[in-house]
């Protein structure tokens, strides 16, 4: 099974040299992608628009683009591209992300190994500004049992990774109107499902981190919405009531935390 469409969302704040580089990475795959879609997430600014239609006017095929006249937020954004997608399996996308050229190649092979799998995701190598200067690793579990004991309390995959089947995602419901963790929901409720998951043992991907995320990640409005989102898993019977405590209490250390003590944190015990 080597056709696969791509799932991008796009909003305003996104710079137009990072889009590039991102479609970039995708167009030059391996294993080309059948479909690229990308939903424009509320209105663009000019140069945004220019971009996507170099693209479109280059690749005329390859690319869906889709428009939503106010912004949706990530997961009801994803939810309308999904529409579009017109292949069983999608490889998800951010716009300031590079994959590496083989990522997808390697999730496609992992699904014709085990036709059972749901989602396939991989490892992560961050960077700032140079993607040649690796500042960490996002190392997830790689089998089955393993993630779905870990994502009761973390995040199990490294969203922009992912390719995962289309027709799965909808009968879990696909992304929730949440403004922050849609990824660890929607995964949760798969895993609770009984649906299959696997991550190569492998960084697939350069990562655009900054400081502006460390100060994002200590955001009461990012602390509210994790245990929010780890409630609903425990009230819903996936995650235990000790695991609900157990993240309250981690959420809580990091918002009150410094952003060089968070950063700190997250270096030493939640990356390598």
Request: net charge positive; glycine share 4%; hydrophobic share 40%.
């Amino acid at each position: 099974m080597d056709k696969y469409s791509v799932l991008m969302s796009l909003y305003i704040k996104e710079k137009p040299d990072y889009l590039k580089m991102s479609i970039d990475s995708m167009v030059k795959q391996t294993i080309i992608p059948d479909q690229i879609v990308i939903v424009k997430d509320g209105p663009l600014t000019n140069v945004l628009e220019e971009v996507l239609i170099a693209y479109q006017a280059k690749y005329p095929e390859l690319f869906y683009i889709v428009t939503s006249e106010k912004n949706l937020g990530l997961g009801l954004a994803l939810n309308l591209g999904l529409r579009y997608c017109r292949n069983e399996l999608v490889a998800r996308m951010d716009t300031d992300d590079i994959s590496l050229s083989d990522r997808c190649e390697r999730q496609l092979r992992a699904f014709d190994n085990d036709r059972d799998l749901a989602i396939v995701g991989t490892m992560v190598d961050e960077f700032y500004e140079n993607p040649r200067e690796i500042i960490a690793t996002r190392i997830v579990p790689t089998t089955h049992d393993e993630i779905y004991e870990f994502a009761k309390r973390r995040s199990g995959f490294n969203h922009p990774t992912v390719m995962f089947k289309k027709s799965i995602v909808l009968r879990c419901g696909a992304y929730s109107n949440l403004r922050r963790n849609q990824d660890v929901d929607l995964f949760g409720r798969m895993l609770f499902s009984g649906f299959k998951a696997k991550n190569l043992d492998s960084s697939l991907l350069l990562f655009r981190s900054n400081k502006a995320l460390s100060k994002r990640r200590r955001s009461w409005e990012n602390t509210k919405s994790y245990i929010s989102t780890i409630y609903k898993l425990w009230k819903m019977g996936y995650s235990s009531f000790g695991d609900y405590i157990l993240v309250c209490i981690a959420q809580t250390i990091m918002f009150i935390s410094p952003v060089v003590v968070q950063s700190w944190l997250y270096k030493n015990f939640l990356r390598k």
